[in-house]
C-alpha cells in the first residue's frame, strides 16, 4: 500500500495563510504519495474546494463530536460534515488527551460516531495505552480504523523517537487492532523521516506541514 502523509494543522493559521498555503502546494497535488489535510474546522470548505478533483488528496477533521446531532451547544458532529467530502477524522490525540481530558471512552464514542457515518478514525495512541483503548472500542470495528503511534515526549519537542522502538510498537499495535495501518508521529522532519516510513505506513505531520514546501518535502523522502 501507498504510504499515508497527514498534514495536521491543529489550532493554527489564517484564512489567507491557508490560500497561500493551498497555492504554493498545487506544483505537488499531483503527487503518487496518498496525502490527507487536516485543517481547523473554519477552513474545512476551503480546502475542499482546492482538492476536489485529486484523488490522492483527502480532507480529514481534527476531532468529532462523541455526540449524534442534536442539542450539544458547540460541538461539531458527523452529521455537520455532510457536504464537505470528509473521509478522515484524526481521535485521541495526545494534545486532546492532555488539554481537554478526553478519556479511553470519550476516544471509543468518537470512532463509533466516525464509522457509523462512513468516516474512517484515525486514532492516536502512545505505548503505554494501546491495549486500554483498544478494549473500549467495538471488536468488529478495531480493523476498521487507522493507528498512529504518537509518543507523547516526541509531540512539538524537537525529540524522535528511537526507530527501534518505533518499529516495537508498531508490531504490537498490529498485534491489538489486527492488520490495520500504522503510522508514526512525533517531532518528523524531512531529515529524520526516512527511515520512519521504513517502519511504518506512513506519518502524522504537525508542525512540519505548516509549510508547504516543507511538507512537499517530506512527500519526496521516500
Not at 78 to 105: M, P, T, W
Amino acid at each position: 500500500m501507498k504510504k499515508l502523509f497527514i498534514a495536521n494543522w491543529k489550532s493554527n493559521k489564517t484564512q489567507e495563510e491557508v490560500d497561500i498555503w493551498l497555492e504554493s502546494f498545487k506544483p505537488y497535488m499531483d503527487l503518487e504519495q496518498e496525502v490527507i489535510i487536516a485543517p481547523p474546522y473554519p477552513f474545512l470548505s476551503l480546502v475542499a474546494e482546492k482538492i476536489k478533483d485529486k484523488e490522492n488528496i483527502s480532507l480529514a477533521v481534527q476531532n468529532l463530536s462523541t455526540y449524534p446531532a442534536g442539542s450539544y451547544t458547540g460541538e461539531v458532529c458527523v452529521r455537520n460534515l455532510d457536504g464537505f467530502g470528509v473521509k478522515y477524522a484524526i481521535l485521541g490525540h495526545s494534545e486532546r488527551r492532555r488539554y481537554f481530558k478526553e478519556s479511553h471512552q470519550d476516544v471509543a464514542n468518537k470512532i463509533f460516531q466516525a464509522l457509523n457515518n462512513g468516516i474512517v478514525p484515525v486514532v492516536c495512541v502512545d505505548q503505554n495505552y494501546i491495549e486500554d483503548q483498544a478494549q473500549l472500542i467495538y471488536s468488529e470495528l478495531l480493523s476498521k480504523c487507522i493507528v498512529a503511534y504518537e509518543p507523547l515526549a516526541a509531540i512539538g519537542t524537537g525529540e524522535i523517537a528511537p526507530v527501534k522502538n518505533v518499529t516495537k510498537v508498531v508490531k504490537e499495535i498490529k498485534s491489538v487492532f489486527g492488520k490495520v495501518p500504522v503510522l508514526y508521529g512525533g517531532s518528523i522532519s524531512p531529515e529524520n523521516i526516512a527511515p520512519y516510513l521504513k517502519v511504518s505506513d506512513g506519518v502524522l505531520v504537525g508542525g512540519a506541514s505548516l509549510n508547504a514546501e516543507v511538507f512537499a518535502d517530506l512527500l519526496q523522502s521516500e
